[in-house]
């Protein structure tokens, strides 16, 4: 039902609203252990939710700081002009205007670029499928893969660890937690990451 629900927000775009239904579809369906391909899709469209919902809050949020950052300069500049100090001193002394205007344009760059979409570390990423982790495993080998895919690969090509070769069975692989966690925070801090899912 929350996953039904989920869509049908997602369709009116109301991004926000279906995530929350889609983490409760996807609580629901971890509590009950049931399948993977419900938890692959239910995971495919709050990827996608997640996306849309950063993409349009994104574009409010670089108008904004467009508009805070004329504000800045702006009063920055007033500052300096009613202090008598917006041109070079005729005493030969050094205006701290034009790096103040510099430091400020850094900081509001930096802002921007964090809301930029750029690539994902690799050490998020599974190494089959170089998209982010969601459901990470460590292999004995110490090689870390999504599991749903590293089952697949189990189940299809045989018992071996894709990249080391050596045997491996599925009773073998263990929760990455560390892993998890990173890439939870990671995407966080940088919601347009969901795109790449």
Known sequence: GHY????ALLEKEECALAVKEFEKALDLLKSSNSGDKMAEDIWQVLAKAKYLDWEK???????KMQS???????????????????????DGTTNEYPD???LLSEVFTNAILADTPGDVPDYLC???????FRDPVITPSGVTYERAILLEHLRKVGNFDPVTREPLKEHQLVPNLAIKEAV????????WAYKSN
């Open 126 to 132: 599974c190494q089959i499928t170089f998209e982010i």
């Open 4 to 7: 039904l629900l989920g869509c």
């Open 184 to 191: 939870q925070a990671y995407l966080k801090e940088h919601s």
């Open 57 to 63: 809050h994104s574009t409010q949020r670089v108008w």
């Open 100 to 102: 103040q205007c510099k």
């Open 68 to 90: 805070l950052r004329e504000a800045c300069e702006n009063a920055l500049q007033e500052h300096h002009f009613l202090s008598g100090t917006l041109s070079e001193d005729s």
